[in-house]
């Protein structure tokens, strides 16, 4: 028995819980994170606000969810989803004798040879 695969995927909405919270600009969380002890410099608050992470510090994480007054699902919202059932190699849609075959391709000598 096979078991099905599954897709899992992330959205990181931290830039939406920032704006609920009434903050627009990623510099606003330089100096709350400063004070729950992340030292951050503020091109690495932007690519956090900007781009989702592919690995987060829990700490961050925790920090953020004080700041924000909010939970890491909130932060975080996980999709996930059965893969589309992939095909045999051998299966396809015309029999085997039904194909189209290439042409085969003849080597014919140059006459210009001079």
């Known amino acids: 028995m096979t078991r099905q695969q599954r897709i899992v995927s992330y959205t990181w909405r931290l830039r939406q819980v920032m704006a609920q919270a009434g903050m627009f600009a990623t510099t ?3 100096g709350p994170l400063a004070e729950r002890g992340v030292a951050l410099s503020t091109s690495q608050v932007h690519r956090l606000v900007t781009t989702p ?5 829990l700490s961050v994480l925790a920090a953020l969810c004080d ?5 890491p699902e909130e ?6 989803a059965n893969a589309p059932a992939r095909k045999a190699v ?3 849609p015309v029999p085997r004798g039904d194909r189209i075959r290439p042409i085969r391709a003849q080597v014919v000598p140059d006459t210009d040879q001079g």
């Open 75 to 80: 932060l975080i919202l996980v999709e996930s």
């Open 53 to 57: 992470p592919e690995r987060l510090n």
């Open 28 to 30: 606003d969380l330089i």
């Open 90 to 92: 051998n299966e396809s």
């Open 67 to 71: 700041i924000l007054a909010t939970s």
